[in-house]
Protein backbone atom coordinates (compact mmCIF):
# COMPACT_ATOMS: atom_id res chain seq x y z
CA UNK A 1 0.00 0.00 0.00
CA UNK A 2 1.13 3.38 -0.66
CA UNK A 3 0.52 5.74 1.94
CA UNK A 4 1.13 9.74 2.34
CA UNK A 5 1.87 10.38 5.73
CA UNK A 6 1.41 14.21 6.88
CA UNK A 7 3.07 15.38 10.01
CA UNK A 8 5.95 12.72 9.43
CA UNK A 9 9.15 14.23 10.85
CA UNK A 10 6.81 14.61 14.10
CA UNK A 11 7.05 12.66 17.21
CA UNK A 12 4.18 10.43 16.25
CA UNK A 13 4.69 10.76 12.36
CA UNK A 14 8.66 9.83 12.37
CA UNK A 15 7.41 6.31 14.66
CA UNK A 16 4.15 5.84 12.27
CA UNK A 17 6.17 6.06 9.05
CA UNK A 18 8.88 3.96 10.24
CA UNK A 19 6.27 1.20 11.28
CA UNK A 20 4.72 1.58 7.75
CA UNK A 21 8.46 0.96 6.10
CA UNK A 22 8.94 -1.99 8.49
CA UNK A 23 5.69 -3.57 7.32
CA UNK A 24 6.54 -3.19 3.51
CA UNK A 25 4.38 -0.40 2.96
CA UNK A 26 5.90 2.62 0.45
CA UNK A 27 5.15 6.13 2.26
CA UNK A 28 5.01 9.57 0.91
CA UNK A 29 6.30 11.79 3.88
CA UNK A 30 5.04 15.35 3.97
CA UNK A 31 7.27 17.37 5.87
CA UNK A 32 6.90 21.16 6.81
CA UNK A 33 9.90 22.93 4.68
CA UNK A 34 11.64 24.30 8.05
CA UNK A 35 11.78 20.78 8.84
CA UNK A 36 14.87 18.34 8.74
CA UNK A 37 14.81 15.50 6.46
CA UNK A 38 13.44 12.21 7.32
CA UNK A 39 14.05 8.88 5.77
CA UNK A 40 13.06 8.13 1.87
CA UNK A 41 11.00 9.82 -0.39
CA UNK A 42 9.50 13.69 1.24
CA UNK A 43 7.37 16.23 0.05
CA UNK A 44 8.64 19.49 1.95
CA UNK A 45 4.93 22.08 2.19
CA UNK A 46 3.48 24.03 4.51
CA UNK A 47 0.31 22.44 4.64
CA UNK A 48 -1.07 25.55 5.88
CA UNK A 49 0.30 27.49 1.91
CA UNK A 50 -2.73 28.19 -0.72
CA UNK A 51 -2.58 25.28 -3.13
CA UNK A 52 -1.01 22.68 -0.60
CA UNK A 53 -3.40 20.49 -0.51
CA UNK A 54 -3.83 20.12 -4.64
CA UNK A 55 0.22 20.06 -4.99
CA UNK A 56 0.47 16.94 -2.49
CA UNK A 57 -2.66 15.17 -3.91
CA UNK A 58 -1.40 15.63 -7.28
CA UNK A 59 2.53 14.72 -6.58
CA UNK A 60 1.49 11.86 -4.09
CA UNK A 61 -0.82 9.56 -5.77
CA UNK A 62 -1.53 7.05 -2.70
CA UNK A 63 -4.03 4.61 -1.60
CA UNK A 64 -3.90 5.89 1.85
CA UNK A 65 -3.56 9.14 3.85
CA UNK A 66 -2.35 9.01 7.56
CA UNK A 67 -3.21 12.94 8.43
CA UNK A 68 -0.83 13.54 11.66
CA UNK A 69 0.35 17.39 10.23
CA UNK A 70 -1.67 19.71 13.18
CA UNK A 71 -0.81 22.55 15.35
CA UNK A 72 1.30 21.30 18.32
CA UNK A 73 3.04 24.10 20.16
CA UNK A 74 3.70 23.13 23.60
CA UNK A 75 1.79 24.89 26.57
CA UNK A 76 0.26 27.35 22.95
CA UNK A 77 -1.97 25.03 20.86
CA UNK A 78 -4.69 24.50 23.50
CA UNK A 79 -6.73 27.61 22.40
CA UNK A 80 -4.37 28.68 19.15
CA UNK A 81 -6.85 29.47 16.54
CA UNK A 82 -4.66 28.17 14.32
CA UNK A 83 -6.30 24.67 15.29
CA UNK A 84 -9.11 26.09 12.76
CA UNK A 85 -6.55 26.74 10.11
CA UNK A 86 -5.58 23.43 10.62
CA UNK A 87 -9.25 21.65 10.34
CA UNK A 88 -9.97 23.81 7.60
CA UNK A 89 -6.78 22.73 5.67
CA UNK A 90 -7.36 18.59 6.70
CA UNK A 91 -10.76 19.38 4.95
CA UNK A 92 -9.38 20.39 1.74
CA UNK A 93 -6.55 17.59 2.03
CA UNK A 94 -9.15 14.79 2.54
CA UNK A 95 -11.09 16.15 -0.57
CA UNK A 96 -7.86 16.91 -2.75
CA UNK A 97 -6.19 13.55 -1.97
CA UNK A 98 -9.78 11.68 -2.68
CA UNK A 99 -10.15 13.57 -5.88
CA UNK A 100 -7.12 11.51 -7.19
CA UNK A 101 -8.08 8.24 -5.77
CA UNK A 102 -6.96 7.92 -2.40
CA UNK A 103 -9.81 6.11 -0.77
CA UNK A 104 -8.52 5.43 2.64
CA UNK A 105 -8.29 8.18 5.33
CA UNK A 106 -7.18 7.99 8.44
CA UNK A 107 -6.80 11.37 10.90
CA UNK A 108 -5.79 11.50 14.18
CA UNK A 109 -8.09 13.13 17.39
CA UNK A 110 -7.25 13.27 20.90
CA UNK A 111 -8.88 11.76 24.53
CA UNK A 112 -9.29 15.46 24.76
CA UNK A 113 -12.36 14.93 22.73
CA UNK A 114 -14.40 12.98 25.46
CA UNK A 115 -16.55 13.85 28.04
CA UNK A 116 -14.22 11.15 30.58
CA UNK A 117 -16.39 8.88 32.81
CA UNK A 118 -14.76 9.46 35.91
CA UNK A 119 -15.48 5.57 37.06
CA UNK A 120 -14.51 4.04 33.57
CA UNK A 121 -13.12 4.06 30.51
CA UNK A 122 -13.60 6.46 27.33
CA UNK A 123 -15.41 4.05 24.72
CA UNK A 124 -16.00 4.92 21.25
CA UNK A 125 -18.98 4.28 21.08
CA UNK A 126 -20.89 4.76 24.74
CA UNK A 127 -18.75 7.59 25.65
CA UNK A 128 -20.05 11.54 24.82
CA UNK A 129 -17.61 14.05 23.55
CA UNK A 130 -17.38 17.24 25.69
CA UNK A 131 -15.23 20.73 24.33
CA UNK A 132 -12.42 21.13 26.71
CA UNK A 133 -10.05 23.50 24.81
CA UNK A 134 -9.62 25.06 21.46
CA UNK A 135 -7.77 22.09 20.32
CA UNK A 136 -10.43 19.48 21.16
CA UNK A 137 -13.08 20.93 20.32
CA UNK A 138 -11.61 21.60 16.74
CA UNK A 139 -10.36 18.00 16.55
CA UNK A 140 -13.95 16.80 16.81
CA UNK A 141 -15.68 19.54 14.56
CA UNK A 142 -13.23 18.17 11.60
CA UNK A 143 -13.96 14.87 13.08
CA UNK A 144 -17.68 15.37 11.94
CA UNK A 145 -16.97 17.10 8.86
CA UNK A 146 -14.57 14.65 7.59
CA UNK A 147 -17.61 11.92 7.95
CA UNK A 148 -19.99 14.46 6.13
CA UNK A 149 -17.02 14.56 3.44
CA UNK A 150 -15.88 11.17 3.24
CA UNK A 151 -19.47 9.99 3.00
CA UNK A 152 -20.28 11.77 0.16
CA UNK A 153 -17.24 11.03 -1.70
CA UNK A 154 -17.63 6.88 -0.74
CA UNK A 155 -14.14 6.97 1.51
CA UNK A 156 -13.05 5.01 4.16
CA UNK A 157 -12.54 6.76 7.08
CA UNK A 158 -10.57 5.58 10.88
CA UNK A 159 -10.63 9.01 13.19
CA UNK A 160 -7.94 7.50 15.66
CA UNK A 161 -7.97 8.83 19.51
CA UNK A 162 -4.61 8.97 20.82
CA UNK A 163 -4.17 9.47 24.39
CA UNK A 164 -1.25 10.09 26.64
CA UNK A 165 2.03 9.12 24.75
CA UNK A 166 5.71 9.37 25.51
CA UNK A 167 8.99 7.99 24.13
CA UNK A 168 11.60 9.28 21.69
CA UNK A 169 11.54 12.58 21.15
CA UNK A 170 8.81 13.80 23.47
CA UNK A 171 9.02 17.33 23.94
CA UNK A 172 11.59 17.74 27.15
CA UNK A 173 8.95 19.73 29.16
CA UNK A 174 6.24 17.25 29.30
CA UNK A 175 5.68 14.78 32.13
CA UNK A 176 8.04 11.45 30.83
CA UNK A 177 10.77 13.78 29.58
CA UNK A 178 11.33 16.27 32.47
CA UNK A 179 11.15 13.26 35.25
CA UNK A 180 13.99 11.52 33.18
CA UNK A 181 16.12 14.84 32.88
CA UNK A 182 15.99 15.70 36.05
CA UNK A 183 16.61 11.91 37.20
CA UNK A 184 19.96 11.38 34.79
CA UNK A 185 20.88 15.13 36.09
CA UNK A 186 20.64 13.88 39.47
CA UNK A 187 17.79 16.28 40.58
CA UNK A 188 14.91 16.24 42.36
CA UNK A 189 11.64 15.68 39.74
CA UNK A 190 9.41 18.07 41.12
CA UNK A 191 5.49 16.81 40.52
CA UNK A 192 2.12 17.60 41.81
CA UNK A 193 0.09 15.21 43.86
CA UNK A 194 -0.59 13.68 40.02
CA UNK A 195 -3.56 11.50 41.25
CA UNK A 196 -5.01 10.94 38.06
CA UNK A 197 -5.60 8.06 35.89
CA UNK A 198 -4.26 8.12 32.55
CA UNK A 199 -3.45 5.42 29.44
CA UNK A 200 0.35 6.06 28.66
CA UNK A 201 1.52 4.50 25.77
CA UNK A 202 5.18 4.53 23.79
CA UNK A 203 4.93 6.72 21.04
CA UNK A 204 6.73 3.60 18.83
CA UNK A 205 3.70 1.79 19.85
CA UNK A 206 1.43 4.47 18.91
CA UNK A 207 3.18 5.32 15.16
CA UNK A 208 2.85 1.31 14.94
CA UNK A 209 -0.76 1.09 15.97
CA UNK A 210 -1.25 3.79 13.53
CA UNK A 211 0.55 1.94 10.44
CA UNK A 212 -1.97 -1.37 11.17
CA UNK A 213 -4.71 0.96 11.65
CA UNK A 214 -4.49 2.60 8.19
CA UNK A 215 -3.70 -0.17 6.20
CA UNK A 216 -7.16 -2.00 7.92
CA UNK A 217 -10.75 -0.76 6.22
CA UNK A 218 -11.41 -0.30 10.14
CA UNK A 219 -13.54 2.62 10.43
CA UNK A 220 -14.88 5.55 12.72
CA UNK A 221 -13.22 6.14 15.89
CA UNK A 222 -10.62 4.04 16.98
CA UNK A 223 -8.41 4.69 20.44
CA UNK A 224 -5.07 4.63 20.17
CA UNK A 225 -3.82 3.17 23.66
CA UNK A 226 -2.32 1.13 25.32
CA UNK A 227 -5.03 -0.25 27.34
CA UNK A 228 -2.55 0.01 30.73
CA UNK A 229 -4.10 2.15 33.35
CA UNK A 230 -1.41 3.62 35.55
CA UNK A 231 -1.92 7.23 38.24
CA UNK A 232 0.73 9.41 36.96
CA UNK A 233 2.57 9.34 39.84
CA UNK A 234 3.35 5.85 39.39
CA UNK A 235 5.16 6.73 36.35
CA UNK A 236 7.62 8.71 38.30
CA UNK A 237 8.15 6.32 41.13
CA UNK A 238 8.88 3.91 37.99
CA UNK A 239 11.35 6.33 36.34
CA UNK A 240 13.12 6.80 39.94
CA UNK A 241 13.26 3.03 40.94
CA UNK A 242 14.38 2.11 36.85
CA UNK A 243 16.82 5.10 37.61
CA UNK A 244 18.19 3.98 40.88
CA UNK A 245 16.94 6.69 42.83
CA UNK A 246 13.46 6.34 43.98
CA UNK A 247 14.80 9.36 46.34
CA UNK A 248 14.44 11.81 44.03
CA UNK A 249 11.03 11.42 42.99
CA UNK A 250 9.30 14.71 44.74
CA UNK A 251 5.64 14.19 44.56
CA UNK A 252 2.94 16.59 46.01
CA UNK A 253 5.75 19.41 45.45
CA UNK A 254 4.06 21.34 42.91
CA UNK A 255 0.48 22.95 42.76
CA UNK A 256 -2.10 20.71 41.73
CA UNK A 257 -3.43 22.11 38.05
CA UNK A 258 -7.20 23.33 38.45
CA UNK A 259 -9.78 20.90 36.71
CA UNK A 260 -7.26 18.32 36.25
CA UNK A 261 -9.18 15.11 35.27
CA UNK A 262 -9.45 12.39 37.62
CA UNK A 263 -9.12 9.58 34.80
CA UNK A 264 -8.59 9.34 31.42
CA UNK A 265 -8.38 5.96 30.05
CA UNK A 266 -8.90 4.31 27.31
CA UNK A 267 -11.30 1.31 26.43
CA UNK A 268 -8.49 -0.81 23.52
CA UNK A 269 -11.14 -3.29 22.21
CA UNK A 270 -11.12 -1.88 18.67
CA UNK A 271 -8.08 -1.47 18.70
CA UNK A 272 -6.74 -4.72 19.97
CA UNK A 273 -9.96 -6.96 18.26
CA UNK A 274 -10.62 -5.11 15.18
CA UNK A 275 -7.65 -3.56 13.87
CA UNK A 276 -5.96 -6.66 15.61
CA UNK A 277 -3.08 -4.86 16.71
CA UNK A 278 -1.07 -5.41 20.39
CA UNK A 279 1.39 -3.18 22.05
CA UNK A 280 4.83 -4.43 21.54
CA UNK A 281 5.95 -3.14 24.66
CA UNK A 282 5.26 -2.74 28.63
CA UNK A 283 5.01 0.74 30.05
CA UNK A 284 7.81 -0.28 32.55
CA UNK A 285 9.52 -1.16 29.45
CA UNK A 286 8.97 2.10 27.58
CA UNK A 287 10.16 3.91 29.98
CA UNK A 288 13.00 2.84 30.77
CA UNK A 289 14.06 3.03 27.10
CA UNK A 290 12.99 6.65 27.70
CA UNK A 291 15.53 6.77 30.61
CA UNK A 292 17.99 5.53 28.32
CA UNK A 293 17.04 8.01 25.48
CA UNK A 294 17.38 11.05 28.13
CA UNK A 295 20.59 9.52 29.28
CA UNK A 296 22.35 9.35 26.34
CA UNK A 297 21.07 12.58 24.82
CA UNK A 298 22.84 13.94 28.22
CA UNK A 299 26.10 12.27 27.65
CA UNK A 300 26.36 13.84 23.88
CA UNK A 301 25.22 17.43 24.91
CA UNK A 302 27.59 17.58 27.67
CA UNK B 1 -38.79 28.99 -5.17
CA UNK B 2 -38.42 26.80 -1.89
CA UNK B 3 -36.20 27.92 0.43
CA UNK B 4 -35.14 26.44 3.98
CA UNK B 5 -34.57 29.14 6.14
CA UNK B 6 -32.65 28.58 9.57
CA UNK B 7 -32.52 30.88 11.93
CA UNK B 8 -35.81 32.15 10.93
CA UNK B 9 -36.91 33.52 14.33
CA UNK B 10 -33.87 35.57 14.63
CA UNK B 11 -32.77 39.18 14.35
CA UNK B 12 -31.48 38.62 10.28
CA UNK B 13 -34.09 35.94 9.99
CA UNK B 14 -36.80 37.11 10.28
CA UNK B 15 -36.69 40.33 7.94
CA UNK B 16 -35.12 37.74 5.60
CA UNK B 17 -38.02 35.03 5.64
CA UNK B 18 -40.23 37.91 5.48
CA UNK B 19 -38.37 39.63 2.76
CA UNK B 20 -38.84 36.04 0.64
CA UNK B 21 -42.14 35.88 1.03
CA UNK B 22 -42.60 38.99 -0.34
CA UNK B 23 -40.66 38.06 -3.23
CA UNK B 24 -42.91 35.48 -4.00
CA UNK B 25 -40.89 32.28 -2.76
CA UNK B 26 -42.01 29.43 -0.14
CA UNK B 27 -40.35 29.34 3.00
CA UNK B 28 -39.70 26.54 5.06
CA UNK B 29 -38.54 28.32 8.90
CA UNK B 30 -36.42 26.00 11.27
CA UNK B 31 -36.51 27.66 14.64
CA UNK B 32 -35.40 26.80 18.09
CA UNK B 33 -38.00 24.50 19.78
CA UNK B 34 -37.29 27.68 22.40
CA UNK B 35 -38.49 30.30 20.37
CA UNK B 36 -41.67 31.89 19.72
CA UNK B 37 -43.51 30.99 16.89
CA UNK B 38 -42.69 33.03 13.04
CA UNK B 39 -45.19 33.25 10.70
CA UNK B 40 -45.88 30.92 7.96
CA UNK B 41 -44.44 26.81 8.20
CA UNK B 42 -41.98 26.19 10.86
CA UNK B 43 -39.78 23.06 11.94
CA UNK B 44 -38.88 23.30 15.77
CA UNK B 45 -35.80 21.83 15.68
CA UNK B 46 -32.84 22.21 17.68
CA UNK B 47 -29.99 21.82 15.12
CA UNK B 48 -27.22 20.94 17.77
CA UNK B 49 -29.24 17.97 18.68
CA UNK B 50 -28.30 14.22 16.98
CA UNK B 51 -30.33 13.63 13.86
CA UNK B 52 -31.64 17.00 13.03
CA UNK B 53 -30.09 18.00 9.91
CA UNK B 54 -31.31 14.46 8.69
CA UNK B 55 -34.98 15.09 9.83
CA UNK B 56 -35.02 18.95 8.62
CA UNK B 57 -33.62 18.06 5.19
CA UNK B 58 -36.14 14.89 4.82
CA UNK B 59 -39.41 17.10 5.87
CA UNK B 60 -38.06 20.25 3.75
CA UNK B 61 -37.30 18.80 0.26
CA UNK B 62 -36.48 22.58 -0.51
CA UNK B 63 -34.50 24.23 -3.52
CA UNK B 64 -32.18 26.24 -1.68
CA UNK B 65 -30.93 27.03 2.23
CA UNK B 66 -30.36 29.75 3.59
CA UNK B 67 -28.49 28.50 6.42
CA UNK B 68 -28.23 31.67 9.59
CA UNK B 69 -28.51 29.93 12.69
CA UNK B 70 -25.24 30.36 14.71
CA UNK B 71 -24.63 30.87 18.38
CA UNK B 72 -25.21 34.52 18.97
CA UNK B 73 -25.40 34.62 22.91
CA UNK B 74 -24.68 38.61 23.21
CA UNK B 75 -21.07 39.04 24.70
CA UNK B 76 -20.48 35.58 24.75
CA UNK B 77 -20.32 34.52 21.23
CA UNK B 78 -16.92 35.79 20.10
CA UNK B 79 -14.92 32.92 22.17
CA UNK B 80 -17.77 30.56 22.91
CA UNK B 81 -16.37 26.60 21.60
CA UNK B 82 -20.20 26.31 20.48
CA UNK B 83 -19.22 28.25 17.23
CA UNK B 84 -17.12 24.65 16.21
CA UNK B 85 -20.55 22.78 16.95
CA UNK B 86 -21.85 25.15 14.94
CA UNK B 87 -19.47 24.58 12.23
CA UNK B 88 -19.78 20.53 12.35
CA UNK B 89 -23.63 20.87 12.27
CA UNK B 90 -23.87 23.11 9.52
CA UNK B 91 -21.39 20.77 7.09
CA UNK B 92 -23.91 18.34 8.19
CA UNK B 93 -26.99 20.20 7.55
CA UNK B 94 -25.23 21.12 4.09
CA UNK B 95 -24.63 17.66 3.45
CA UNK B 96 -27.96 16.18 4.25
CA UNK B 97 -30.18 18.88 2.59
CA UNK B 98 -28.17 18.65 -0.43
CA UNK B 99 -28.81 14.50 -0.85
CA UNK B 100 -32.39 15.50 -0.82
CA UNK B 101 -31.79 17.56 -3.42
CA UNK B 102 -31.42 21.27 -2.48
CA UNK B 103 -28.63 22.60 -5.08
CA UNK B 104 -28.37 25.84 -3.63
CA UNK B 105 -26.40 26.80 -0.83
CA UNK B 106 -26.32 30.68 1.08
CA UNK B 107 -24.58 30.48 4.72
CA UNK B 108 -23.95 33.74 6.57
CA UNK B 109 -20.04 34.71 7.37
CA UNK B 110 -18.92 37.87 9.20
CA UNK B 111 -16.85 41.07 8.24
CA UNK B 112 -15.20 40.04 11.05
CA UNK B 113 -13.38 36.80 8.84
CA UNK B 114 -11.48 39.92 6.53
CA UNK B 115 -7.75 41.31 7.72
CA UNK B 116 -9.22 44.78 7.34
CA UNK B 117 -7.36 47.21 5.52
CA UNK B 118 -6.61 50.87 7.38
CA UNK B 119 -7.25 52.72 4.13
CA UNK B 120 -10.24 51.21 2.25
CA UNK B 121 -13.07 48.39 2.23
CA UNK B 122 -12.62 44.68 2.19
CA UNK B 123 -13.13 43.41 -0.54
CA UNK B 124 -13.87 39.38 -1.71
CA UNK B 125 -11.40 38.86 -3.81
CA UNK B 126 -8.55 41.01 -2.82
CA UNK B 127 -8.89 41.36 0.83
CA UNK B 128 -7.32 38.06 2.89
CA UNK B 129 -8.54 36.75 6.07
CA UNK B 130 -7.23 36.75 9.82
CA UNK B 131 -8.25 35.02 12.92
CA UNK B 132 -9.39 37.45 15.38
CA UNK B 133 -11.48 35.20 17.81
CA UNK B 134 -13.39 31.80 17.76
CA UNK B 135 -16.56 32.89 16.17
CA UNK B 136 -14.52 34.64 12.93
CA UNK B 137 -12.08 31.83 12.79
CA UNK B 138 -14.81 29.13 13.11
CA UNK B 139 -16.49 30.80 10.60
CA UNK B 140 -14.31 31.17 8.32
CA UNK B 141 -13.05 27.87 8.94
CA UNK B 142 -16.63 26.66 7.94
CA UNK B 143 -16.35 28.27 4.60
CA UNK B 144 -13.20 26.87 3.45
CA UNK B 145 -14.81 23.03 4.76
CA UNK B 146 -18.27 24.23 2.66
CA UNK B 147 -16.33 24.60 -0.58
CA UNK B 148 -14.81 21.53 -0.29
CA UNK B 149 -18.30 19.72 0.39
CA UNK B 150 -20.08 21.78 -2.24
CA UNK B 151 -17.31 21.60 -4.97
CA UNK B 152 -17.94 17.44 -4.51
CA UNK B 153 -21.45 17.39 -4.40
CA UNK B 154 -21.67 20.06 -7.08
CA UNK B 155 -24.05 22.60 -5.13
CA UNK B 156 -23.99 26.55 -6.06
CA UNK B 157 -22.27 27.82 -2.82
CA UNK B 158 -22.35 31.66 -1.73
CA UNK B 159 -21.12 32.85 1.89
CA UNK B 160 -22.66 35.77 2.59
CA UNK B 161 -20.40 37.88 5.07
CA UNK B 162 -22.56 40.52 6.93
CA UNK B 163 -20.86 43.69 8.34
CA UNK B 164 -22.63 46.02 11.04
CA UNK B 165 -26.26 45.79 11.07
CA UNK B 166 -28.92 47.78 13.54
CA UNK B 167 -32.56 48.07 13.21
CA UNK B 168 -35.80 45.99 14.58
CA UNK B 169 -35.19 42.97 17.19
CA UNK B 170 -31.69 44.09 17.96
CA UNK B 171 -30.28 43.07 21.19
CA UNK B 172 -30.44 46.22 23.61
CA UNK B 173 -27.50 46.47 24.44
CA UNK B 174 -25.63 46.92 21.17
CA UNK B 175 -24.76 50.46 19.79
CA UNK B 176 -27.39 51.54 17.77
CA UNK B 177 -29.91 50.15 20.52
CA UNK B 178 -28.76 51.20 23.49
CA UNK B 179 -28.06 55.03 22.05
CA UNK B 180 -31.98 54.95 21.18
CA UNK B 181 -32.69 53.79 24.19
CA UNK B 182 -30.92 56.40 26.53
CA UNK B 183 -32.65 59.12 23.92
CA UNK B 184 -36.33 58.04 24.59
CA UNK B 185 -35.62 58.14 28.13
CA UNK B 186 -34.19 61.44 27.89
CA UNK B 187 -30.82 59.98 29.47
CA UNK B 188 -27.30 60.78 28.54
CA UNK B 189 -26.03 58.18 25.84
CA UNK B 190 -22.82 58.12 27.34
CA UNK B 191 -20.04 56.39 24.21
CA UNK B 192 -16.18 55.69 23.66
CA UNK B 193 -14.70 58.20 21.19
CA UNK B 194 -16.20 55.80 18.91
CA UNK B 195 -14.11 57.33 15.79
CA UNK B 196 -13.87 53.72 14.03
CA UNK B 197 -15.61 54.10 10.28
CA UNK B 198 -18.00 51.34 10.02
CA UNK B 199 -20.96 50.03 7.57
CA UNK B 200 -24.17 50.06 9.29
CA UNK B 201 -26.80 48.60 7.37
CA UNK B 202 -30.67 48.13 8.35
CA UNK B 203 -31.16 44.37 9.28
CA UNK B 204 -34.80 44.77 6.89
CA UNK B 205 -32.43 45.29 3.62
CA UNK B 206 -29.72 43.07 4.85
CA UNK B 207 -32.51 40.42 4.93
CA UNK B 208 -33.94 41.78 1.57
CA UNK B 209 -30.49 40.93 0.32
CA UNK B 210 -30.06 37.71 1.82
CA UNK B 211 -33.39 36.30 -0.11
CA UNK B 212 -32.18 38.00 -3.27
CA UNK B 213 -29.20 35.81 -3.20
CA UNK B 214 -30.29 32.97 -2.33
CA UNK B 215 -32.31 33.09 -5.45
CA UNK B 216 -29.75 33.86 -7.78
CA UNK B 217 -27.02 31.99 -8.73
CA UNK B 218 -24.19 34.02 -7.41
CA UNK B 219 -21.43 31.71 -6.02
CA UNK B 220 -18.49 32.54 -3.76
CA UNK B 221 -18.23 35.65 -0.94
CA UNK B 222 -20.61 38.37 -0.83
CA UNK B 223 -20.46 41.11 1.04
CA UNK B 224 -24.02 42.08 2.49
CA UNK B 225 -23.34 45.53 3.79
CA UNK B 226 -24.90 49.13 2.64
CA UNK B 227 -22.09 50.90 0.90
CA UNK B 228 -22.21 53.64 2.89
CA UNK B 229 -19.28 54.48 5.00
CA UNK B 230 -19.68 56.14 8.75
CA UNK B 231 -17.77 57.27 11.77
CA UNK B 232 -19.20 55.29 14.63
CA UNK B 233 -19.45 58.68 16.52
CA UNK B 234 -21.89 60.42 13.65
CA UNK B 235 -23.97 57.06 14.19
CA UNK B 236 -24.86 58.61 18.06
CA UNK B 237 -24.94 62.25 16.85
CA UNK B 238 -27.72 61.50 13.67
CA UNK B 239 -29.80 59.34 16.86
CA UNK B 240 -29.47 62.55 18.81
CA UNK B 241 -30.22 65.18 16.07
CA UNK B 242 -33.27 63.05 14.93
CA UNK B 243 -34.20 62.65 18.22
CA UNK B 244 -34.11 66.11 19.22
CA UNK B 245 -31.78 65.70 22.10
CA UNK B 246 -28.12 65.97 20.66
CA UNK B 247 -27.54 67.35 23.81
CA UNK B 248 -27.53 63.72 25.23
CA UNK B 249 -24.86 62.01 23.11
CA UNK B 250 -21.88 61.76 25.20
CA UNK B 251 -19.54 60.99 23.15
CA UNK B 252 -15.90 60.14 24.62
CA UNK B 253 -17.33 59.62 28.30
CA UNK B 254 -16.70 55.88 28.08
CA UNK B 255 -13.18 54.19 27.48
CA UNK B 256 -11.99 52.91 23.92
CA UNK B 257 -11.70 49.08 23.82
CA UNK B 258 -8.39 48.08 23.20
CA UNK B 259 -7.75 47.18 19.65
CA UNK B 260 -10.57 48.74 18.19
CA UNK B 261 -10.04 48.37 14.42
CA UNK B 262 -9.97 51.95 12.89
CA UNK B 263 -12.09 50.71 10.28
CA UNK B 264 -14.12 47.56 8.83
CA UNK B 265 -16.29 48.93 5.80
CA UNK B 266 -17.00 46.78 2.73
CA UNK B 267 -16.63 47.01 -1.30
CA UNK B 268 -20.54 46.41 -2.80
CA UNK B 269 -20.19 45.92 -6.37
CA UNK B 270 -20.52 41.98 -6.19
CA UNK B 271 -23.92 42.76 -3.91
CA UNK B 272 -24.95 45.57 -6.30
CA UNK B 273 -23.99 43.94 -9.64
CA UNK B 274 -23.97 40.36 -9.67
CA UNK B 275 -26.65 39.99 -7.02
CA UNK B 276 -28.62 43.15 -8.92
CA UNK B 277 -29.44 44.52 -5.05
CA UNK B 278 -30.11 47.64 -3.74
CA UNK B 279 -30.64 48.75 -0.14
CA UNK B 280 -33.98 50.35 0.13
CA UNK B 281 -33.21 53.09 3.11
CA UNK B 282 -30.74 55.68 3.73
CA UNK B 283 -28.34 55.06 7.08
CA UNK B 284 -30.71 58.61 8.17
CA UNK B 285 -33.90 56.57 7.81
CA UNK B 286 -32.86 53.54 9.37
CA UNK B 287 -31.79 55.10 12.35
CA UNK B 288 -34.91 57.43 12.54
CA UNK B 289 -37.09 53.86 12.24
CA UNK B 290 -35.08 52.61 14.81
CA UNK B 291 -35.56 55.63 17.13
CA UNK B 292 -39.20 55.31 16.73
CA UNK B 293 -39.05 51.43 17.27
CA UNK B 294 -37.53 52.04 20.58
CA UNK B 295 -39.89 54.64 21.31
CA UNK B 296 -42.78 52.50 20.78
CA UNK B 297 -41.54 50.08 22.97
CA UNK B 298 -40.81 51.78 25.66
CA UNK B 299 -44.64 53.33 25.60
CA UNK B 300 -45.55 49.45 25.48
CA UNK B 301 -43.50 48.95 28.53
CA UNK B 302 -45.02 51.75 30.39
Redesign the interface.
Given at each position: VRVLVTGASGFVGRCAAAALRDMGHSVIAVVHSGHRDPDGEALRVDLLSAGAAGRIAEAASADALLHLAWTTRHGAYWND??N??W???T??L??AV??RGTRRICVVGTCFEYDWPVDGDCDEQATPTA?H??YD??K??CR??LE??T???DLSLAWARLFHLFGPGEHPDRLVSSVCRALVAGQPARCSSASGLRDFMDVRDAGAALAHLVATDVRGIVNVASGETVRIRDVAFTLGELAGRPDLIAVGELPDRPNEPPRITASTSRLNREVGFQPERRLRDGLNDALTYWSEARDQNG
Open positions: LALNLASAEVAARATVAANALVQLRDM
